[in-house]
């Protein structure tokens, strides 16, 4: 695959497409890793809940935020609710209500163990990912 993008442009691009610090589709973040990754005339291949090594390899790698330190771009875009990332509304929230700046006042989770936890993306699931292709 050719690389038409540095590692370093690749997070700023995905940070620069995704500015908001909240919680982000798996697979939008997955078809803007690939898009960036490789923007040739192939279709954009359906990540269902399998992410290549080069998305997975995108969303661990360390972007510098200054005095804030370094954070993954899984770690900037997880729910954080749940700490995954997923499609829509979080599997774990039963109800949530905001302040009238946007800011979180009520969450009501459901019970553990009784929310689709295979809906969300898990760190483990995207270091697993990364380490599928090494060496
Ligand atoms: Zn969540």
């Not at 995954?84 to 700046?101: N, Q």
Request: aromatic share 8%; charged share 30%.
């Amino acid at each position: 695959m050719k690389r038409r993008h540095t590692p370093d442009e690749l997070a700023a691009a995905l940070r620069e497409r995704f500015p908001a610090p909240y919680s982000l589709s798996f697979r939008q973040v997955a078809e803007a890793a690939v898009e960036l990754i490789d923007p040739g005339p192939e279709p954009v291949p359906e990540p269902d809940g399998a992410l290549t090594p080069e998305q997975a390899k995108a969303l661990l790698k360390e972007e510098d935020n200054g005095y804030m330190g370094t954070k993954t771009i899984f770690d900037k875009s997880k729910c954080q609710h749940c700490g995954g990332l997923h499609a829509r509304k979080c599997p774990a929230v039963a109800e949530i209500e905001y302040h009238p700046d946007g800011k979180v006042s009520r969450v009501v989770y459901f019970p553990h163990g009784s929310w689709p936890a295979d809906e969300v993306l898990w760190l483990e699931d995207v270091v697993k990912a990364a380490e599928a292709e090494t060496d």
